[in-house]
């Protein structure tokens, strides 16, 4: 098992272009949640899906930022017109089922190594 | 509202020594409680976790503890050693939201 793959590690992008942000689950894990990272800061949530369905999306922008997890392929999260406080790390993470269900272990979150965004 | 406070914001301890981070949360109903590892420049890792059906856990040099009562939960580090030395997130779930809210961090420095 590949763990939670994200893509890329590294991306540098110039105020107003576009940034695209890709997250693989780990194998068998159909929920993915976003969250941010600012340097020297914690884990901020951001969104919350499943296949094809935005769950919860209370922790993002309502500007410049969305996300999708389609039937086939990764999880994108993509912001539009960057600016230089989107400059962060991007950790993506899985679990089997949502953090609502009450199975014991098999919600444990498994983050991804990130994605630091730049901002030029 | 969704918080979970954690304290201090950094810890230096000597080598051998015990550490000590402490969480509180806000939403009673909150069921599930996990302490993440995270090194510089590296993904957050799951050292441990504790559900609300018990007050303590202990996993060699780590352990957990929990007061449902008092909404707060703590990690205890014995026998510490330089690999310990990262920053460390405790979490709680927030069973009506769906999702983990994280502390703000711990970094821990252990001194030789």
């Known amino acids: 098992n590949a763990g939670v793959m994200q893509n890329p590690r590294h991306l540098v992008r110039r105020r107003g272009q576009e940034a695209r942000l890709r997250c693989s689950p780990m194998k068998g894990h159909s929920h993915v949640y976003w969250y941010r990272q600012l340097p020297e800061e914690g884990l901020k949530f951001m969104v919350y899906?499943?296949?094809?369905?935005?769950?919860?999306e209370s922790g993002m922008p309502k500007e410049r930022f969305s996300a999708e997890f389609p039937k086939e392929g990764p999880s994108i999260l993509r912001i539009q017109q960057v600016v230089r406080g989107d400059s962060a790390a991007y950790f993506c993470?899985?679990?089997?089922?949502?953090?609502?269900?009450?199975?014991?272990?098999?919600?444990?979150?498994?983050f991804g190594a990130g994605s630091r965004l730049t901002v030029l | 509202g969704e918080n979970v406070e954690q304290h201090p914001s950094t810890l230096s301890v000597q080598e051998g020594d015990s550490a000590v981070i402490k969480c509180t949360y806000s939403d009673s109903a909150s069921n599930y409680f996990p302490w993440y590892k995270q090194e510089l420049g590296k993904r957050p890792q799951l050292i441990i976790d504790?559900?609300?059906?018990?007050g303590e856990k202990k996993d060699q040099r780590i352990a957990v503890t929990l007061n449902k009562t008092a909404k707060h939960f703590s990690l205890h580090i014995t026998e510490t050693q330089p690999e310990d030395s990262a920053v460390y997130f405790c979490a709680a779930r927030f069973v009506g939201a769906q999702k983990l809210v994280f502390g703000q961090g711990t970094r821990l420095t252990i001194n030789p």
């Open positions: 504790i559900r609300s059906n018990v």
């Open positions: 899906l499943q296949k094809e369905n935005i769950i919860d």
């Open positions: 993470a899985s679990s089997p089922v949502g953090q609502g269900a009450s199975s014991s272990g098999a919600n444990v979150l498994t």
